[in-house]
């Protein structure tokens, strides 16, 4: 059975945050209403063993990590039932776990920090992507290298500020040594989503944009191989923790075991996919609607476990990689000057990510999985 991911209405989105941050004359959110156009039933968390999940982005190459629970999920205890909801706006996703209507989100480490200089204490506690599955694609007829991206008229695809499509462009601006970062670009056009990008790229309506594996080989089917040039490929110009899934610090400090067991679930399931290409090829089987490229997939596959894409290890989410997010970000403006002083421990539940260790059976290198020695998980 294949399962869609879900996408709220924009308006009854807005509507839940305001109800929840209103101020006291507002109306309590009621835990159990299900905004139009969803399934997912807000406040599911209070279900034994259930993480309701809200993530910014549909791209087909996080269902190994987006889709771990439901297929790997009775090996923690957890429950295997479609509890993710999508947002096509990653910044949405983010509100509605603020607002307490989701549990978790999963994105960039940007919205974690955004979110703690709001006022609300808030977490990681799982690694979703290290490096990054991104390429800078640009329209050959108007541009042919990297260097050449603040020439005014090229027309630049950007998310809004503190996306983390931007805090991606500005690690590879700094990690080729450009001097610097999206503000510096003038002909911008916001577009939250690699959906986005892909169509407007294809439509001529920007030149440059940044997309993932399956997005980029559907722009070259689309407009030609010829016809595009991959500006970065961000793996090699960036080293940095792509994706996070974090939480509210209250729930996660009255869910730590789950919160746990979920994010073991998600090692788990890299581990499993990294070592077999047929498993990874089985999800994407069950959750691609309308099937896919196997030559495709095969080389998302490849370009996955070359870079260690999916973290084979939870302590990938550690002090050096969240030092460098804060460093470039308060450097390049998407975080307050503020946020320099913020630590691993105000940012990172640890006991979290040592559980999930555990649960998982410990730590593994890259040539263990890559021989099929996957750890029996250590659970209960």
């Known amino acids: 059975m294949r399962h869609y991911l879900k996408t709220f209405a924009l308006v009854a989105v807005l509507a839940l945050i305001v109800a929840a941050c209103a ?5 309590e959110p009621d835990a159990t209403t299900v905004p139009s156009g969803s399934t997912t039933v807000p406040g599911a968390s209070e279900t034994p063993n259930t993480v309701t999940h809200a993530a910014g982005s549909t791209a087909d190459v996080y269902i190994p990590q987006y889709r771990a629970a439901e297929v790997f999920g009775d090996l923690f205890g957890l429950s295997t039932e479609d509890n993710l909801t999508a947002f096509e706006e990653g910044s949405l996703a983010a509100q509605v776990v603020v607002a307490g209507q989701l ?33 800078l694609m640009g329209r050959t007829d108007v541009i042919a290298e990297l260097e050449q991206i603040t020439d005014p008229n090229v027309r630049v695809a950007v998310e809004s500020a503190g996306g983390f499509l931007n805090l991606l462009m500005n690690l590879v601006f700094d990690g080729r040594g450009l001097g610097i970062t999206t503000d510096d670009l003038t002909n911008t056009l916001i577009l939250e989503d690699g959906s986005l990008r892909l169509s407007a790229l294809a439509a001529g309506d920007v030149d440059v944009g940044s997309l993932d594996l399956f997005e980029q080989a559907e ?21 940095f923790l792509a994706n996070v899934s974090w939480a509210p610090k209250e729930w996660l ?15 788990y399931s890299n581990r499993v996919v990294s070592a077999d290409f047929d498993e990874y090829t089985a999800m994407l089987d069950q959750y691609i609607a309308g099937g896919y490229d196997e030559e495709t997939a095969r080389i998302n596959w490849e370009f996955a476990r070359d870079w260690e894409v ?61 021989n099929g020695d996957i750890p029996e998980p250590n659970y209960p």
Not at 106 to 128: L, R
Not at 336 to 359: C, G, K, P, Q, W
């Open 23 to 27: 101020g006291d004359d507002a109306t």
């Open 253 to 267: 400090d009255a869910n730590r075991d789950l919160a746990a067991r979920w994010c073991a679930a998600i090692i």
């Open 103 to 135: 549990d978790v989100a999963s994105g960039g480490f940007t919205p974690v920090v955004q979110v703690i200089e709001s006022g609300v204490e808030a977490k990681a506690f799982c690694p979703i992507q290290m490096h990054s599955t991104e390429h």
């Open 310 to 370: 999916f973290p084979l290890n939870a302590t990938v989410l550690n002090e050096e990689n969240i030092q460098t997010l804060i460093d470039i970000s308060v450097e390049t403006g998407i975080f307050e000057e503020s946020s320099a002083s913020l630590t691993f421990e105000d940012t990172v539940d640890a006991a979290v990510i040592a559980l999930a260790m555990e649960y998982v059976g410990g730590e593994v290198t890259q040539e263990q999985i890559f």
């Open 219 to 239: 722009l070259k089917a689309e407009i030609g191989e010829e016809a595009v040039t991959v500006l970065s490929v961000v793996a090699e110009d960036a080293n």
